[in-house]
């Protein structure tokens, strides 16, 4: 029998970002005894690298925005496979969860007359993101950990969660242990927020941090909850391709909401050549036009640059492919250009963008008041997730809730700029008042201590193997090359299907992968135990792409390129079967009501 420590909460909160935070924060208003559980220091998770913006219908820079154009925009962006519920409850309460981070003690970047200022973003009609320069992740966090650490709540920094723990068809609690000194702790609690964040990890240019290996979508699957929507990986346009050790850190879009535009070799402005039908009537037909919507003319519309991030993806893809990529495979994102058209324009990208300009600086030599950057695709986002209800963002799993990147629904085939953050705390909060009132509502359940002891077991295995097991970063690195390879930014089904066959090799040769050392920050261990979690989302993530046989959103298919109506009515949704393996439904969608549906042809 192997010891641990147990801590007894009303609500567990795993992950400590902006949605974990959020649900903590509301769960301790509530009055329950509430718990957050996070693998990294507190103030860390990955929300800290947020940089353009939260978005939210305020209306401070253009008064004609309100909540109906914001869910509008969503809903084709992410071209209408969001759950309508949750686009809808996003886009009417984003605005009051902004104040309330504002009345908290988050300092926005301001207009000339004192109100939160909001600049321009990807598929966004009107500026809508509010932002603190190009660091908006850091203020988010600093202000939630500062409410939040007034409220009572009971953090357990650098903890990894190994399972999720049942009683019948319920969630009871969670099973881990400490990365310090490695010793197991266990949570029991009458509800569970997920709140672990996405998977980037499991590809190998990405702008994630360390702790994106799916976790939370691995643990819900396999205490019996459905995903849903896990084809569609958001692959952002613009990620640092030179030198090849900083491959894949993010160039936020704000850089393009600023001015800066997409060239290729040629120092052409290849955006305007394939500019999709339904965003056709927003897009401005000139470079003069384009130039102007950044700038606030409100007759103006907005660049192709600015276009939704799947497009502008597969179009620097388009180039390179083409031959006219930039000298590294990627193209050219160019803001120095503006010193053509504002006095000061230094100074003036500095403001504005100054975690981008110290990036380049540091990282490539490279002044972005004076040249252009290379850009091109990294792996950014997960829009699909643990399926929740749009209300209460409870999971398909009694008593175990999900909100943030891991949860699916809000964004559909491809998510809009900025509206993750705002998705953070809108279904932060629900997650937490939910899960608050199912606390209150069910008593504490029971521990099977068998599953806990089979967990125990089960993560200290490679250390029986030791130095004779094969090295567990070796197989996550052949994971990463593989998702890269096969199921990247266009994807064929049968490259996905010999993706299958690599992960089934990479699984087999996981159960042989030995560790040495003890328990204490031992980081082999740490790899071994994300790498199980990266191997099942993965798989996922490969089974619902052979799956969908369209190309929407995010999801681009080679062999099936075009986007087809039948799929335009269908979810795919992954659940265990009786054996534990994935198992594919799909899930057609709910009628939208009619009033829902008059706000889209309104915004057409
Ligand atoms: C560089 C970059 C810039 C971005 N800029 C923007 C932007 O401007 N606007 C926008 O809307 N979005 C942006 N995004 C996306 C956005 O930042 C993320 O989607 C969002 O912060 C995710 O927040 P979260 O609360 O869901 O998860 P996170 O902030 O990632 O938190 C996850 C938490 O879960 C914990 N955790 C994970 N697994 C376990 C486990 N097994 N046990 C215990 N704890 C665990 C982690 O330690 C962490 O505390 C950006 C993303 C990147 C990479």
Excluded at 147 to 152: A, D, L, M, R, S
Excluded at 451 to 456: D, F, G, I, L, P
Excluded at 507 to 513: D, G, I, L, P, V
């Amino acid at each position: 029998m192997h010891e641990f420590v147990t801590h007894e909460f009303d609500v567990l909160v795993v992950g400590a970002g902006g949605a974990g935070l959020r649900a903590a924060i509301e769960a301790s208003a509530a009055g329950v005894k509430v718990g957050v559980v996070t693998k990294s220091l507190l103030g860390k998770a990955h929300t800290v690298m947020a940089e353009g913006g939260i978005a939210a219908a305020m209306g401070n820079v253009d008064d004609r925005d309100n909540w109906r154009v914001h869910f509008a925009d969503t809903m084709r962006g992410g071209q209408y496979l969001n759950n309508w519920r949750m686009a809808e409850l996003h886009a009417k309460e984003a605005p009051a969860r902004v104040r309330e981070l504002e009345a908290w003690g988050a300092v926005f970047d301001r207009t000339k007359d004192g109100r939160i200022l909001q600049r321009n973003f990807g598929g966004h009609r009107y500026p809508r993101l509010a932002h603190v320069g190009d660091r908006t992740g850091l203020e988010m966090i600093r202000t939630l950990q500062d409410h939040g650490v007034h409220q009572g709540i009971d953090f357990h920094m650098e903890h990894t969660i190994l399972t999720l723990l049942k009683d019948g068809d319920r969630c009871v609690g969670a099973f881990g242990y400490d990365r310090e000194r490695g010793r197991f702790k266990l949570f029991h609690a009458k509800a569970v927020v997920l709140a672990t964040g996405g998977i980037g990890r499991a590809f190998k240019i990405t702008s994630n941090s360390w702790e994106y290996t799916g976790d939370g979508q691995s643990l819900a699957f396999q205490a019996g909850a459905s995903l849903l929507d896990m084809e569609f990986v958001q692959f952002h346009p613009t990620g640092m391709i030179w030198p090849p050790s900083v491959m894949g850190i993010l160039v936020t879009e704000g850089v393009r909401g600023e001015g800066g535009v997409l060239r290729n070799r040629d120092g052409k402005r290849f955006m305007f050549d394939d500019i999709p039908a339904a965003y056709k009537n927003q897009t401005a037909d000139s470079e003069e036009e384009g130039w102007r919507y950044t700038q606030g003319d409100k007759t103006a519309r907005r660049p192709p640059d600015l276009l939704t991030r799947d497009h502008v993806a597969r179009c620097i893809r388009r180039e390179v492919k083409e031959g006219r990529g930039s000298p590294h495979g990627g193209a050219f994102l160019d803001i120095a250009w503006i010193k053509e058209r504002i006095p000061n324009s230094a100074e003036h990208i500095k403001k504005k963008l100054p975690s981008m300009y110290h990036q380049f600086k540091q990282l490539a030599d490279l002044d972005i008041t004076k040249e252009p950057m290379e850009v091109g695709p990294t792996t950014h986002y997960m829009m699909g997730g643990i399926e929740v209800d749009g209300d209460t963002q409870m999971s398909t799993v009694p008593g175990l809730f999900a909100a943030g990147e891991c949860a699916a629904g809000l964004h559909g085939a491809n998510r809009l700029g900025g509206n993750s953050l705002s998705d953070l705390v809108v279904f932060g909060k629900r997650a937490g008042e939910f899960a608050a009132r199912f606390s209150q509502e069910h008593g504490a359940g029971s521990i099977n201590t068998d599953q806990v002891e089979q967990s125990a077991r089960r993560s200290l295995e490679p250390f029986e193997r030791g130095a004779a097991g094969e090295n567990p970063y070796a197989i996550q690195h052949e994971l990463q090359e593989t998702m890269q390879d096969l199921v990247g930014i266009v994807r064929t089904g049968e490259e996905m299907e010999r993706a299958l066959d690599e992960i089934g090799k990479l699984r087999a040769r996981m159960a042989k992968a030995g560790i040495t050392g003890n328990r204490e920050y031992n980081n082999g261990w740490h790899t071994a135990i994300d790498l199980h979690n990266l191997l099942t989302v993965s798989e996922i993530v490969a089974r619902a792409g052979i799956e969908r046989k369209e190309s929407r959103g995010a999801h681009f298919r080679d062999d099936y390129p075009a986007r087809d109506d039948q799929w335009g009515g269908v979810n795919i949704r992954i659940r265990p079967s009786a054996d534990g393996g994935p198992k594919v439904e799909h899930v057609p969608r709910k009628e939208m009501p009619d009033e829902l549906r008059r706000v889209i042809a309104e915004n057409k």
